[in-house]
Structures are given as structure tokens and as C-alpha cells.
């Protein structure tokens, strides 16, 4: 059961957002702008950073939910969990590559991220906003995963609940209201 | 130095909230409506909270810039000189001790958050919402802390660059100057 009262039935950061529509509004937008805005990047690759840092962070709801909206933007399943287990043998750019490294430095701590990390991902063709996007979906991936956790949420076994939020966060974005689970 | 040229003469995070104003906004909303909005926690216990997790992971930016907010809304130096040092030891309420365990833990993994955790601010009079807003300020400078260090963000080593932020964050809040920063460039005065 969660640490706070939230409403019946809703799993995960859903349950949070109701409780608390203030942060929420916030939240949300960031969301939205990071995974969704406009970006060199394609939405596939930014939702597998934010599912490859969450996987690091162990948050099964986080981890779960951005890997069906990868797994819709990329209709590829194979990739995801390819990524989720191991990025460097998984079938993706190097570019990408090298920014999911930079990911999991983040992910241990920003003191970790070095300049030869920076300085491979701008080998393989990185811009520096590329950098600047990666290291801030990987830093609010380390917010989202605490705070879904930390206030111990419910996070579904069943994974069509997953397929069913990653289809409408894929196809609507981030500001949508939550639609309700089937 | 930074690792993408980050606007000149503004320090720490200022320079990437300057960098990207779209992703800027809702950080810094966020940050005020949790810091600086209605709360049963004073703005200097909340800064505490903050202090304590930019102290743990090392962000000595952030750290050094919510210590000094804290010290200017509570008055004195000491509490979170000995938050820092030791939580047990602390001259805190036993509520503020037992949600600063809580952000400590948070800043380990949301995992590390135990029942026990929580049942222990309640016993001390913590609300479900003071609970909440723990985590998430905990959380939040999981972001901002990664956010400064993930990108080596420039960390001035003078105490009066800080006393000026501490200024700034406390008398204006966290939510961006309309004229823009144009007027708070900062040049360091060590050689």
C-alpha cells in the first residue's frame, strides 16, 4: 500500500499526481517537453533512456511504463529489452550508445560523468544539447523513480495495464489526462 | 569546466536553467511550489531537506546554495552545520529528524523508504502531506543534484557569490527574474 492516500486503482506515479495536482502540472510539463517536444532525438531513443535509467534504479513501475511507450514509438519489443539488459549489445546507434553511458553515470551520481564520456558521445555525433537532453532525462529519471518508490506505489504485475498507458502516453503525450484503465 | 559552453558569468545551475528555458520551467515551478509554496513545513526546514540531499550526494553547488538559504531563513548557522554532521545529534524538532531520514534514504533509491520509516515521522506528528512532499523535495534534488554535476556546472569557491544566491532564492523565489539574469553575471575575484 503507498505511503499516502491515493486514489483506488491508480498504479504508480498516476496515484501521486491525483494526490497531489500542484507538483503534478510540473511534472507532467517537464515531461512533455523532454520526451516529447521537439528533439534531434528521436522519442524511441529518449523513452529508452528514461526506461534504461529506471531499470538501473530498479523501479518497476518507471522501468515498465516508458518500456511500453519506447516499445510503441519503436514498435520493437526486442529493443527494449535488449537495451534494459545490456545497451552495448543491444541493436542501436552508436551515438545512442554512448549517451546511455552517459545515462548510467548520471544515474550513480553526476560526479561520475567525465569528459572522455562527453567527448565519445560527441565522436559518434552527439550535439551538445543531445548531451544536455541526455544527462537531464537521466537526472529526472533519478526524481521520478525515487518519488514512485519512495512513497511505495502500486506497480502492476499485469502487463497489458503497461501496454495500455504506453499506448496513450505514446499517441497523446504527457499532458493528457490519465485515461482509465480497462 | 562545463561540458557544453553553458551561458558566460552564471554559476551552478543558473547557467543551465539559462541554457534550455523550456525544460527550465517547470523545474524551477516545481521547485517553487514545494519550496517556497503553502506548507505545515517552514521554508527553512524545507530548505533543510534540500541542504541535506544536495550534502549526500556531493553536489557541492547545490549544497553550499541551499546551506546558505536555510541558514538566512532560520537565522543561524548551526543547524545545518550539525544536519550535515550528524542528523542524530542535530538541534532539529524529532518530526524535521525523522523526514530528514526519510530524504536520506531517498537520496539512497526510493526502495531504501521502509514502513518503519514512515511510522516513525507519524508517531512524531509528520502529516501524510509534509510525508509527501519529503520524498519528492528529496527527490527533486536527486534532479537538480545530477542535473549540476552531470553536466560540471561552474561551482564558485567564494562564500559571498553564495550569500547573494541565498539572497536571491529567499527574497524572490525560484521562479525566473522577468528581465532574465542579464544583470547577475557573477566573475570570480580569486585569481
Known sequence: ?182 | MPHIPLPEGLPGITGLLEYRLDTAKPIREMTQVLLRGPSTLTQGERELIATYVSHRNECRFCATAHTAAADLLLGEGETSRAVKENLDEAPVSEKMRALLTIAGKVQQSGLSVTEDDIAAARRQGATDLEIHDTVLIAALFCLYNRYVDGMAAWTPDEPAFYERLADRIVNRGYTRPPEGFANHTYTSTVS
Open chain 1, 1 to 182: 500500500m503507498a505511503h499516502v492516500p491515493v486514489p483506488e486503482g491508480m498504479p504508480g506515479i498516476r496515484g501521486l499526481m491525483a494526490y497531489r495536482p500542484e507538483t503534478a502540472l510540473p511534472l507532467n510539463q517537464l515531461a512533455e517537453v523532454l520526451l516529447q517536444g521537439p528533439s534531434t532525438l528521436t522519442k524511441g531513443e529518449r523513452e529508452l533512456i528514461a526506461t534504461y535509467v529506471s531499470s538501473l534504479n530498479r523501479c518497476t513501475y518507471c522501468a515498465s511504463t516508458h518500456g511500453a511507450i519506447a516499445k510503441h514509438h519503436l514498435n520493437d519489443a526486442d529493443v527494449v529489452r535488449q537495451v534494459r539488459e545490456d545497451p552495448e549489445t543491444a541493436p542501436i546507434s552508436p551515438k545512442l550508445k554512448a549517451l546511455l553511458r552517459i545515462a548510467a553515470k548520471v544515474q550513480q551520481g553526476g560526479r561520475r560523468v567525465t569528459d572522455e564520456d562527453v567527448a565519445a558521445a560527441h565522436a559518434e555525433g552527439a550535439t551538445d544539447l543531445e548531451v544536455h537532453d541526455t544527462v537531464l532525462i537521466a537526472a529526472a529519471f533519478c526524481m521520478f523513480n525515487r518519488y514512485v518508490d519512495g512513497l511505495a506505489t502500486w506497480a502492476p504485475d499485469d502487463e497489458s495495464i503497461y501496454d495500455q498507458i504506453g499506448a496513450q502516453r505514446a499517441t497523446q503525450g504527457y499532458l493528457a489526462p490519465a485515461k482509465p484503465l480497462a
